[in-house]
Structure formats: structure tokens, C-alpha cells
């Protein structure tokens, strides 16, 4: 045997014999063992599923009646697979040009565009333009003359934190939580990587078609046409609309069976044209789709929200795992959002059987979507219409001084207020905390979004002037998202903290009409105005007549007419306390965005005033500090810091300028720093009486929203108990319930004596129906007995131009006349390299001209002052209250202007219209 196996030739066989064992064995394996397996990937391969979309679920108000729904349009799509490489180019131009040449929107994410001659990355505009919206508003945070040109994403971050006095020892993640939850700031960084998120996404797309990160647009645009063959006989315009289709298609990957989508909501007789010439468009489909339908254009816009396109944050969480395709549109502000995954519905589906190249082969069969579930809110269709209607006509009239005409009476407004042009108004039901209403002005219309918006849309949709905190911007909520300060609408949680702590609500206090602390005067709003006084006056007058002297003594408890104390231990801490109880200063529970910042602090004071000063001595560093310093931004720093540090103490002028002569500073400059720091920062840091009378009628740091403000009216009248806002009735079939909604939280808030509120809705009722009452003019002949309260507040600063180069230019010869624009804009070239805009640039070009007689403050003064905040809070009907209405006006002047807004609501829910006559007075109540 042994022999045999040493012949070459047996060798031979038994190799090829063991070889096709292995063979057979193998093959057995795989086609009976794992056969069943290895069908199943193979079919996977071949066997692709096109998703076909499901319409969204329908918005619908409190009874039924539709807000959001679908209808059919024409969707233009490319079949990838079948078309031939050679044929992309000419089937680009050929079909968007039909697109442009009829005004319909295509998709376009191409990220590089072409105009006036110049490339350029839509990135970087985006950048660029948040950049200069946020050192207009951040300047300060810089030190004159060293605002960085390129800043870039690190040195923003580190300002930020800066500005807030964020420890500069936390790391970014826990920097950026600090920054979004405690202040409200949304820097578009991304903290890993240190860098601008649009940089990392223009980084993404280069790197896609493996280019180098930095190259500049240009030569980007010029890398892909070479990589995609296009000739350069093409225009710049056609080789564009080539890579932006090549884009697409690119982005579509292997899922060629898949087809790409251009345009959406397309007119049928582009369509037409499209059909007309399709012999020239190989793989253009035309395709009937659902698209989002919002059948009463603004109205609730705020609420419903929007859609958009996936991005690239949001496609972690909407992508195929989770049903969505890459050319979705997913809610992405209020409603919309928040109930995505229900709104959604379940795509369907066709398989579809594909070759080797991914090309269309045959299709196997279909199923059906599943349209996503109806949204149900707690809005009033008709009342929401009304308090748009209601504000938008209050707002016109209020900046001409018109008239606010309406069959329930005319209101004049005697005085004109040119910017009042936005404004929020609330309807809540007292029990329950279901929004009836909430209305902004301005709005937008959020069928623009419905098919991908277009560039000039959008762009009337921004905030027209960036450099005015308060100019009109139409796609922000108002009611949820800007919190200012409440005016006299505050008043009632002062005096709820007396009575509760024990003062008769009928004891009477003299109005002597100003007060004197130090060297600054609080004087009530009669005498500021009129040098006149209220009076004896009790907390029910003080309502009624917005008596500012009253609150003054009992949030300090304290007569200061009689200069005694009262029965009664009220502070600062105690008011707050009521503050807290009612739910200022905390989010509503209300399930679309909304913001909140707490109650004031008063140990806050010190910390803010130790930021501004460190601000202000960074800022200013060139006009105190020795080169020496200057050159060692380690003991510099060092140095600011021991400045700070001596805030807590507050040491005289003479021991301050002794404190001060041991640093290193510019000779000479001791007693200007001595008398800045001092009598600006070191005076200013602590808390005082005359910050508890601020407080006391709601002016100083308070900052509420109008939602905010309607929930807490709703816990004074309602018997105490407060409620978490919601704009949901139900999610699902309008007869089965198909999920569950979260409970909303009720608590009972905890008084002394809940009968106290009473008292307080006396005053309130007096405040419209006494003789001297603040809502009187409006509210008292109105068939509805309503209580309320006006409010003003106020704002400081200057308003900002838009244009600082074309203001400076307007009132230089007021400013400095022994200075020409000719010379001031020579000179301002000299800055243009160390300020990131012109207007920065020639301020500090016309202060060095003038020799320094020429400061910021001469520059500005013949910019406006902001006028005051309207607030109109109240309730109806007295007795039995059912409804709470908030409306707020910007730089409307006067609280009582906002209050026409609230009584055409009032009308609409009590059915007192006219026009609206078939509704029974009496079913007003059921709603």
C-alpha cells in the first residue's frame, strides 16, 4: 500500500480525488446545509424596496376643524438607472432650465454658488452672517480696536463664556450645557472639534468627492468638473446646474432603483412641458405625491410649525432604520415637531427586483402606506383667528396713533408709537391650561416650507435689522420665547405676599409721591408724569389706579410717608417667593418651544456686576494698564482679577485710590479708574431698597413670557392652583383615542389663606370697572364683567440702525461738523483690518479724528430710545372665571393700548360678535 502511495501518478489521483470531496462536500453544504441562507442574501441583493410615502397625520383645532392636511401635487424625479453617464449633462440643463424658466423650486444643495463674479461656499456666508449679528450684539466683550477679523470658532466659544462668567477651568461640554440652559445661547459650534458647524459640513462635502478640505470655492468648482467631465465650452450657470443634479445623484449612492427628487408642488403646465419634451429627458419621471397642506396659511403658524430637510444632526435620528428617506421632511419647529413620529405615518413600500448595476429589472409587488395619526389641539379655530386679526389691527393703529375700530367701540390712541410692530397675545382656560389662542405678530406662512423654501423667502423671513434686539422676525414665537419684563402686571403677586402676610387689604397708605434713597428718587408713575399723588390708598385703589408708592412700602414693609414700620415683615425674598409659587420664571409644560429664566436673584447682582466690570476692564485695558501688563496677559489677567475681587468690600474713594497706586498702571490714569470702578461697578454690586422697589412693580431683572404671564393669572383666579399649559386635546382617530396623552401636572399652590385671592381680584375688577381705573376706557360698558391689570416696562439702550455707516454719515455734521465724510472714510480704511465690519471700523476712525472729544455716547445720541413694553393681563367673567387673556405689545407705549386685543377676544369666546350672531350667548360657556 505504502508503494502504491509513492508513485507520482497515485499521488495525483488521490490529491484530485481528496480535492473533489472537498468540492462536493462544500457544495453540499452550502446548497442543501445552508442553501435556505444564502437564498435569502442573495434575494436581498437583488430584491430592493422603494419606499412610497405616507401622508402625515392632520392637525386639527379643539372641534375637528383642519389646520394642517396633504393634498396631491406633481413630483419631478430623475431615474438614475436609466439614464447613460454621457446623457446627465445636457438632461441637467435641459430640465432645469424648464424649471427656472417657469418658477419652480428644484432642489438645490449645492453648496457652492456664483455671483457678481465670485465663488463662494454657502457655508461661509452663513458664518459670516452670524458673525456680524453676534459681534453687533457682543462688541463690548472686545477690546477697542482688537475685534478679530478671522474670529474663529474657539475664540467665540471662550468669549461666551467670558460674557457669562462661565469658570474657565469646566470643560466645553459642560461649558456649552451652562451656556444653552442658563443663558440662552446657541453658538453654532460644535464643541469636539472646536470648530463652526457649517465649516465641519463644508469640510464633509469636500471631503465626499475626496478634494482637500481648504480648498477655496473656486477652485473646488473647477476640481468638480473635471472629476464629472464637464466641458468647459459650458457657462458657469449650466456647469452649476450639472454638479447640482451630479449631486444629487452622487448623494443617492448604490440605490440607483431609487428615484432622486428635483422639484415638488410642481404646476401642471410645467408639467405639461415636461411630457411635451420628454423624448429629450430620458429618466425623468413625473410622479403624484402628498405634500403638507396648511389650509388657513398664517394662522397659528407658531404653534404648527414647519418642515424641512433631514440634516445632518437630525439624520442620526430620521433615517432608513427609523423610516425616513434621505428626501424627507421632518417637522422641525412647534407641533410638527414635537409629534413627528406620529405625524409620520408608515411609508410603504415597492419591491422591486434590480441587477448587478442596480438598474431597475421588474416589479414584485407593493404595499400600501399608513397615513400617521391626527394631531387634535386645544386651539379654537375661530378665537385664534380673532387674536391674530385682533393684534395685527392694534399694532397698525397704535404706530400712527390711529383708531381701533370695532362694533363693541372705538378706541382712540392718542399718542403714536412708529415701533410697535410686534406683539403676542394668550387665551388660557383657567381650569384646565388648555391654550385657546396664541397669536404673534409678525407671523409667516408655513407653506412656504412645504416643498423646501426658497432663498428669498427665507430671507424675508429673518430678522430685518440684527443690530435691534427688538426688530420684527417672523418665524420667533413671541409668546413662548421672549421674556421681558411684566410692568405693573406684577403688582398682584406683591400685594398677595402682604395680605398673606397679614396686612388688611383695606389699610389704608398716603401716596407721598416719590421716595428718597441716597441720591436717587422712586417716584410713582402720577408724579414722574403729572407731580401729582394718589392719595390714601389701599391695595384695592393701588390696583386699580397702579399705584407704584403702595408697593414700595409693603414689599419693604415700611410707610414711608409716616416713616414707620408696617404690621407686616415683607422683604425682597418673600415677594420673589410668590413669584416662584405661581410659576414665573419656570416653564409652562406647553409642548412647543418655549424659554424660561428664573426669578430674579439678588446675589446675582454681584455676580453680573463683577462680569460687566471684567468686561469693562478687558475692554478698556489700553487706557489703564502699563505696557508691561499689556506684553504678560497672565498678569494682566491677574490684575483684573484683584480689581474684581475687591467688589465684595466696597472701600472708599480715598482707600480705593490708595489700593489702586500699588498696580501697574498708566501713570496718571489712577483717579479716572478709581472714580469708574467706583461709582459705575463697585456702588452698583450690591443689592438695595431701591432694587426691591424695581422688583416690587415688576421692572429690574424679572423676565417673563406672555405664556408664562397667562399662567400665572390663571393660578390668582382660578382658586390657587397651577396648571401645566398644553395645546393637546388628543393624538389619534377622532373617536378612539390611540395614544395616550401624559397627564398634566395640576398642583395646588400653597397660601395662607386661599380667600387672599379674592381680595386681589377685587382690585382687579376695580382696575376696569372704577372711576379711576387703568382699563376703564375699554372694559366698562362691555356686557362681560372683566378683571385686569395694565403693565408698561421699560427698555434701555439705543435703538440701532441698521446701516451705522449710513447714520454716522447722516448726522456727522452734528456729531463732529469740523470733520468731512471725505476724510472719515480715508481714515476708516486704516481699521478696516482690525474690525469685522465698516460700521465698527468708522466709529473708532471718527473718535481718533476728533481727538477724543468725540465718544460713544456723542455717536449715539441721536439714535431713539425704546419706547415702554404694553402689557394687558385679565380675566372673565369676574365672578366665575373661565378664561385668562395676556396680550403684550413692543414699544407699544402704554399698557392700556394692548387691552382693544383682549376684548375682541372676550367677544369672540363669549359670542358677543356680530357678525358671528348664530352662536347662542349662552353655549359661550361650554367652550
Same mark, same amino acid.
Given at each position: ?23 462536493? #462536500? ?31 397625520? @392632520? ?37 432645469? !432650465?424648464?424649471?427656472?424658466? !417657469? ?65 474657565? @477651568? ?125 389650509? =388657513? ?48 405615518? +408608515? ?15 421588474? +416589479? ?44 363693541? #367701540? ?10 410697535? +410692530? ?8 383657567? *381650569? ?11 407671523? /409667516? ?9 426658497? &432663498? %428669498? ?49 383695606? /389699610? ?101 456686576? *463683577? ?72 456702588? &452698583? ?14 421692572? #429690574? ?64 375688577? %376695580? ?72 460700521? &465698527?471700523?468708522?466709529? *473708532? ?6 481727538? #477724543? ?14 419706547? !415702554? ?27 392700556? /393700548? ?14 358677543? =360678535? ?14
Amino acid at each position: 500500500m505504502i508503494d502504491k502511495l509513492k508513485d507520482r501518478n497515485n499521488q495525483m489521483m488521490l490529491f484530485f480525488t481528496i480535492f473533489i470531496g472537498i468540492l462536493i #462536500g462544500r457544495l453540499f453544504i452550502l446548497t442543501i446545509v445552508q442553501g435556505e441562507e444564502y437564498k435569502n442574501k442573495a434575494d436581498q441583493i437583488r430584491i430592493k424596496k422603494i419606499p412610497i410615502s405616507a401622508k402625515r397625520g @392632520e392637525i386639527l383645532d379643539r372641534y375637528g376643524r383642519l389646520l394642517a392636511t396633504n393634498k396631491a401635487s406633481f413630483t419631478v424625479q430623475i431615474m438614475k438607472n436609466e439614464l447613460i453617464d454621457e446623457q446627465i449633462n445636457d438632461i441637467s440643463i435641459k430640465l432645469l !432650465n424648464i424649471l427656472q424658466k !417657469n418658477n419652480e423650486k428644484y432642489n438645490d444643495n449645492l453648496p457652492i454658488v456664483y455671483e457678481n463674479e465670485e465663488f463662494s461656499y454657502t457655508y461661509d456666508e452663513e458664518i459670516d452672517a452670524w458673525l456680524d449679528d453676534w459681534l453687533d450684539e457682543n462688541k463690548d466683550l472686545f477690546p477697542e480696536g482688537e475685534i478679530p477679523q478671522n474670529i474663529t470658532a474657539k475664540e467665540v466659544f471662550d468669549a461666551i463664556k467670558f460674557k457669562w462668567g462661565i469658570d474657565e @477651568e469646566l470643560d466645553p461640554y459642560e461649558s456649552q450645557r451652562i451656556m444653552q440652559n442658563d443663558y440662552n445661547e446657541y453658538p453654532p459650534i460644535s464643541v469636539r472639534n472646536m470648530k463652526f458647524i457649517q465649516t465641519m459640513k463644508k469640510e464633509q462635502f469636500l471631503q465626499k468627492y475626496g478634494l482637500e478640505v481648504d480648498l477655496n470655492a473656486e477652485d473646488a468648482f473647477n476640481k468638480l468638473k473635471e472629476k464629472f467631465k464637464i466641458p468647459n465650452e459650458y457657462s458657469v450657470d449650466d456647469a452649476r446646474k450639472i454638479l447640482i443634479v451630479r449631486n444629487e445623484l452622487r448623494d443617492q449612492g448604490y440605490r440607483q432603483y431609487q428615484p432622486v427628487e428635483m422639484a415638488v408642488n410642481v404646476k401642471q403646465e410645467t408639467i405639461v412641458e415636461i411630457e411635451e419634451h420628454s423624448m429629450d429627458l430620458p429618466g425623468v419621471n413625473v410622479e403624484v405625491e402628498p405634500i403638507r397642506y396648511y389650509t =388657513n396659511d398664517n394662522l397659528g403658524a407658531h404653534i404648527l410649525g414647519y418642515l424641512s430637510k433631514i440634516s445632518d444632526t437630525d439624520r442620526e435620528i430620521y433615517n432608513e432604520d427609523t423610516g425616513y428617506k434621505r428626501t424627507d421632511l421632518i417637522g422641525k419647529s412647534g407641533i410638527e415637531r414635537k409629534f413627528e413620529k406620529d405625524l409620520k405615518g +408608515t411609508d410603504g413600500a415597492k419591491y422591486v427586483e434590480v441587477d448587478v448595476y442596480g438598474r431597475l429589472v421588474d +416589479t414584485l409587488r407593493i404595499e400600501s402606506p399608513q397615513k400617521g395619526k391626527d394631531v387634535y389641539l386645544t386651539i379654537d379655530k375661530d378665537l385664534q383667528t380673532v387674536a391674530e386679526k385682533s393684534l395685527k389691527k392694534a399694532l397698525e393703529q397704535i404706530q400712527v396713533g390711529g383708531t381701533f375700530k370695532s362694533e363693541l #367701540g372705538d378706541y382712540k390712541y392718542r399718542d403714536p408709537f412708529p415701533n410697535a +410692530t410686534s406683539g403676542a397675545a394668550v387665551a388660557l382656560d383657567v *381650569k384646565t391650561g388648555e391654550v385657546l389662542a396664541l397669536a404673534n405678530y409678525p407671523s /409667516y406662512n408655513p407653506n412656504l416650507f412645504t416643498t423646501g423654501i426658497l &432663498q %428669498k423667502d427665507w430671507s424675508k423671513l429673518q430678522d430685518q435689522n440684527p443690530r435691534d434686539p427688538l426688530s420684527p422676525v417672523p418665524l420667533y414665537n413671541i409668546a413662548t420665547r421672549t421674556a421681558v419684563q411684566p410692568g405693573s402686571t406684577f403688582k398682584m403677586l406683591t400685594g398677595l405676599a402682604a395680605i398673606e402676610d397679614g396686612l388688611d387689604p383695606s /389699610y389704608k397708605l398716603y401716596d407721598g409721591g416719590f421716595i428718597k434713597l441716597g441720591n436717587k428718587s422712586y417716584g410713582c408713575w402720577l408724579w414722574n408724569d403729572y407731580r401729582r399723588s394718589h392719595g390714601w390708598v389701599d391695595l384695592y385703589k393701588a390696583l386699580e389706579v397702579s399705584c407704584n408708592y403702595y408697593f414700595y412700602d409693603v414689599s419693604t414693609s415700611w410707610d414711608y410717608y409716616k416713616n414707620k414700620p408696617l404690621p407686616i415683615t415683607v422683604d425682597v425674598n418673600r415677594v420673589l417667593e410668590y413669584a416662584e409659587l405661581f410659576g414665573l420664571g419656570e416653564k409652562t409644560g406647553i409642548e412647543i418651544s418655549e424659554v424660561a429664566y428664573g426669578v430674579p436673584n439678588p446675589g446675582q447682582k454681584m455676580r453680573n456686576t *463683577k462680569n460687566s466690570l471684567r468686561r469693562m476692564l478687558n475692554r478698556k485695558k489700553k487706557d489703564f494698564f502699563s505696557d508691561e501688563l499689556l506684553n504678560n496677559p497672565e498678569l494682566l489677567k491677574n490684575e483684573i482679577e484683584t480689581i474684581v475681587n475687591w467688589i465684595e468690600e466696597n472701600p472708599s474713594r480715598g482707600k480705593l485710590l490708595r489700593m489702586v497706586e500699588e498696580l501697574n498702571l498708566i501713570e496718571g490714569k489712577e483717579e479716572k479708574l478709581v472714580d469708574t470702578i467706583k461709582y459705575s461697578y463697585f456702588n &452698583q454690586a450690591k443689592w438695595t431698597k431701591g432694587d426691591t422697589f424695581n422688583l416690587a412693580i415688576g421692572q #429690574g431683572q424679572h423676565a417673563y413670557t406672555p405664556l408664562q404671564m397667562a399662567r400665572y393669572m390663571s393660578g390668582l383666579v382660578n382658586g390657587g392652583y397651577k396648571n401645566d399649559v398644553t395645546l393637546i386635546k388628543r393624538v389619534g382617530d377622532s373617536e378612539i383615542k390611540e395614544k395616550k396623552i401624559e397627564e398634566k401636572k395640576i398642583e395646588e399652590i400653597n397660601l395662607e389663606d386661599k380667600k387672599n385671592l379674592d381680595e386681589i381680584m377685587k382690585g382687579m375688577l %376695580k382696575a376696569t370697572q372704577g372711576e379711576q381705573g387703568t382699563g376703564r376706557t375699554v372694559f366698562k360698558n362691555f356686557p362681560i364683567k372683566v378683571g385686569a391689570k395694565t403693565g408698561t416696562a421699560q427698555k434701555s439702550g439705543k435703538i440701532q440702525p441698521e446701516d451705522e455707516v449710513a447714520y454716522i454719515k447722516k448726522y456727522l455734521n452734528k456729531i463732529a461738523p469740523y470733520i468731512s465724510f471725505g476724510t472719515l472714510k480715508e481714515k476708516t480704511k486704516e481699521y478696516e483690518d482690525e474690525y469685522p465690519n465698516e460700521g &465698527q471700523a468708522m466709529r *473708532k476712525a471718527l473718535m481718533d479724528l476728533s481727538g #477724543g472729544r468725540v465718544t460713544s455716547e456723542s455717536i449715539d445720541r441721536f439714535k431713539g430710545d425704546y419706547d !415702554n413694553f404694553a402689557w394687558f393681563v385679565s380675566y372673565a367673567p369676574a365672578d366665575k372665571p373661565e378664561i385668562v387673556v395676556v396680550a403684550l405689545v413692543f414699544q407699544g407705549g402704554h399698557g392700556g /393700548y394692548a387691552s382693544p386685543i383682549a376684548r375682541d377676544i372676550y367677544a369672540e369666546y363669549f359670542g358677543l =360678535n356680530k357678525e358671528n350672531d348664530k352662536f347662542e350667548f349662552k353655549n359661550a360657556f361650554t367652550k
